[in-house]
């Protein structure tokens, strides 16, 4: 009995310390998050990586404040990362992986906003995004009262492990690159009616 007590006593033990070692392994901890502030972006925007030979704009491991109650930090954010790629002559990629998203995302107000006829094509892109978006059925060889505006991400969209709080709208946008997403949490509605992917995505374990 003496043996069988303190047996039990060893592997109480040793569950215990196996629960405070995983515990505190950082591979199972929520990742740390540094706060997106005006600062931040700007030196980002100033800064960003080459990731696959495309410029990336790295905004991820960060902690994103949409909300309406940062509203002016939200219409900075947008403002000055669509400037930002609107000015590029090339494709910039968004790396968002392992952020978190307070408040509402609206795609359309990252991505390059383009209307789908031939004459009203932003020169910004090049001839081989230009023939990829003629592709698409709702384009429109003439001007017309019924051609749509969408917003076109030219580089790739990486979103593995992102944790959306709020609604996400990515409505009416068209990927010409990967769109990784792999890992992602929504946490409210999302919003992808009248997508387009130039190429395959993956949708695995997103939730």
């Not at 960060?62 to 000015?87: C, H, K, M, P, V």
């Not at 990967?178 to 919003?191: C, D, G, K, P, V």
């Amino acid at each position: 009995m003496f043996l069988a007590a303190k047996w039990y006593k060893c592997l109480v033990l040793a569950i215990l310390m196996a629960i405070a070692f995983w515990g505190s392994s950082p591979s199972w901890a929520a990742p740390e998050r540094a706060s997106l502030t005006l600062q931040v972006l700007q030196e980002r925007l100033n800064s960003p990586v080459i990731r696959e030979g495309i410029t990336t704009l790295d905004l991820s491991q960060l902690s994103i404040d949409l909300s309406g109650n940062n509203a002016e930090f939200r219409d900075q954010f947008y403002q000055q990362i669509q400037t930002y790629l609107n000015r590029s002559k090339q494709p910039v990629g968004l790396d968002f992986s392992q952020s978190q998203i307070q408040g509402d995302i609206n795609a359309s107000r990252l991505g390059l906003p383009t209307p789908l006829s031939k004459g009203a094509l932003p020169v910004l892109l090049t001839a081989a995004e230009q023939q990829q978006i003629e592709q698409d059925i709702q384009f429109f060889s003439q001007a017309g009262e019924q051609i749509k505006t969408i917003a076109v991400f030219r580089g790739p969209l990486k979103l593995q492990g992102t944790n959306f709080l709020g609604n996400v709208d990515f409505s009416k946008s068209f990927f010409l690159q990967r769109l990784e997403i792999t890992n992602a949490n929504f946490e409210q509605n999302s919003n992808w009616s009248e997508s387009r992917f130039g190429r395959s995505t993956d949708f695995t374990r997103s939730v």
